[in-house]
Nanobody, 115 residues
Framework: EVGLVESGGGLVQPGGSLRLSCAAS????????MRWVRQAPGKGLDWVSS????????TYTASVKDRFTISRDNTKNTVYLQMNSLKPEDTAVYYC????????WGKGTLVTVSS
């Protein structure tokens, strides 16, 4: 059975850091580009970052570049999102995704940035 399970979310003060993890199972993780996508309260899905199957190429939306770092460990079937200098506007449910919109999705982890 295919599964993506996100973890690491929580409440953090502005300027703080969190590290999200997404554990994959049931498919050939090492063959997939992985993405992090977020949904702020009352808004639609927004792409945050992607990492190529082998980890060589990473891309970021402009608003998180230089603050967030995506990485993966294909031996552990896990993708990470290190988030630094968090801002209130980063508050959202964060989802990991494999295979694009019609691919595999986790249930998300909530990140709340507030003082």
């Amino acid at each position: 059975e295919v599964g993506l399970v996100e973890s690491g979310g929580g409440l953090v003060q502005p300027g703080g850091s969190l590290r999200l993890s997404c554990a994959a199972s049931g498919f050939r993780f090492s063959s997939y580009t992985m993405r992090w996508v977020r949904q702020a309260p009352g808004k639609g899905l927004d792409w945050v970052s992607s990492i190529s199957a082998g980890g060589e190429t990473t891309t970021y939306t402009a608003s998180v570049k230089d603050r967030f770092t995506i990485s993966r460990d294909n031996t552990k079937n896990t993708v990470y999102l290190q988030m630094n200098s968090l801002k209130p506007e980063d508050t959202a449910v964060y989802y990991c995704n494999a295979g694009g919109e019609r691919g595999y999705w986790g249930k998300g982890t909530l990140v709340t940035v507030s003082s």
